[in-house]
């Protein structure tokens, strides 16, 4: 599977600079992460793919003024379906791993900083989001147990037209 290839991205004007390539491996099935995001002017863009399991992987738009902001979109990701998601800046990310011994790959396009950390509680009743989990078997951190709420959250992005 070829998992990026500058020229093409740039033929359909997606022209990121990745610097850094992560690689988080989950062997149990029901581990949630997120939805985190990085504040300016260390937000990050990212490139995610599934090279064994499933997991399944939610954006939420931050960006004000956005005709999608506080919206939700959702898809399955796996080594068997090869789909990949593009993550701009300005949106929060999350994953509920479906498969035991899953190992979910990404690319960013800046570098992390936990002074710019943010997050959004998983479960916010004001996002709907439809975890493919019941909640009581989901293997969370004590920090995306604790986050805040959308609304609680003061997003420090704007939407431009045209990104």
């Not at 080594?79 to 498969?99: C, D, K, T, W």
């Not at 990404?106 to 950390?117: G, L, M, Q, T």
């Not at 959004?120 to 986050?147: G, N, R, T, V």
Request: glycine share 8%.
């Amino acid at each position: 599977m070829e998992t990026y290839n500058a020229k093409k991205f740039e033929q359909v004007n997606l022209n990121y600079t990745f610097v850094q390539d992560n690689h988080a491996f989950s062997k149990c099935k029901g581990v949630l992460r997120g939805l985190h995001f990085q504040r300016p002017p260390m937000d990050q863009a990212k490139l995610v793919w599934v090279v064994k399991g499933r997991v399944y992987d939610v954006v939420l738009d931050l960006r004000k003024g956005s005709p999608t902001y506080g919206q939700v979109f959702g898809l399955e990701l796996s080594s068997e379906n090869g789909q990949q998601m593009l993550i701009p800046r300005g949106f929060a990310h999350g994953y509920l791993v479906l498969e035991e011994n899953t190992h979910f790959m990404y690319k960013v396009d800046n570098f992390y900083s936990a002074e710019h950390e943010g997050g959004i509680y998983f479960a916010d009743p004001a996002l709907s989001i439809d975890w493919p989990m019941a909640k009581d078997k989901l293997i969370l951190s004590e920090k995306d147990q604790k986050q805040p709420l959308f609304k609680e959250v003061d997003s420090p992005f704007e939407f431009k037209e045209g990104i």
